[in-house]
């Protein structure tokens, strides 16, 4: 398969993902440029999530916790993990998930920022309507027919919930990735300063007339070749920037949508990825203590 080809299916594939395409017509022009369905097949699989990939962080990290915890009223699940040692008082991070949901993909985000030193809660926001389902074209449909606004009120009482937790420093960030990251762009518009810092990947973005209600200090990072993305972002950037609000941007050339993703074996960049994990370790280190 040629550069030009895999464009075109990884193009083809965030608008299924991402958009309204129904399933037998995208089937239909994976084929065509895969060649054949068994192609085609191959090629989905190497472009999406692969749920079975090694995780960066083993569950079993014996310098780990991992727990479950219930939030407002039992209303959501969250998978949390903390590092094992008794060490000063922890921020917390909110780990907000792609739109496949809470899978073994943002648990292992969650035990990489425990291994940071932060108390990382990573909520289900599909709780309310009997949690993440395995399947990811349900998680997806699922994600699609949540009520946003009601959502982002419950992030907001989250952090209210999370800013006095036992052994903590007060201080509560979120990171978000493709659907985690607009809803963190929406957090910080609806939290104010209930929110201490929010790191953004690759996720769309709010007006820019809302820019103003932004008060916790942002790092937004995007993929070079993600138009999809990028078309709300940028604006949105500009609307930080002009409202004078804290805002630090990093563009990754040449690096498609979900660049972070490990577990997409063409999607993934290494490079990059670490770069921007490197920077986002040491922003919530500067803004969370």
Known sequence: ?????????????????????????????????????????????????????????????RRLKI????????????????????????????????????????KDIARRLALAGHHAVAPDFLSPSGGTPVDEDAARGAIGKLDLGAATAAGVAMLDALEDRRGGNGKVGAVGFCW??????????????????????????????EASRVVAPLMIHLAGLDQRVNQSAFPWIAG????????????????DHAFNNDTSAERFDKVAARLAWTRTLTFFARTLG
């Open 67 to 106: 727990s479950t915890m219930r939030l407002l009223g039992g209303t959501y699940s969250a998978y949390v993990a903390e590092p094992r040692r008794i060490a000063a008082r922890r921020s917390t991070v909110l780990v907000i998930h792609e739109n496949r949901g809470l899978n073994a993909h943002i």
């Open 1 to 61: 398969m040629n550069d030009s080809q895999r464009r075109e299916a990884i193009l083809l594939y965030d608008r299924f993902t991402h958009g309204a395409m129904e399933r037998r017509r995208f089937m239909a022009e994976m084929t065509r440029i895969a060649g054949s369905a068994v192609a085609a097949s191959a090629l989905i699989g190497s472009i999406s999530a692969a749920p079975a990939a090694a995780a960066i962080v083993a569950e079993d990290d």
């Open 240 to 255: 930080l920037r002009a409202a004078r609000r804290k805002v630090t941007y990093h563009h990754y050339d040449a690096v």
């Open 180 to 209: 985690g990251g607009a809803f963190v762009n929406r957090l910080a518009v609806g939290a104010g300063s209930k929110l201490d810092a929010g790191v953004v990947f690759y996720g769309t973005a709010p007006d820019p007339a």
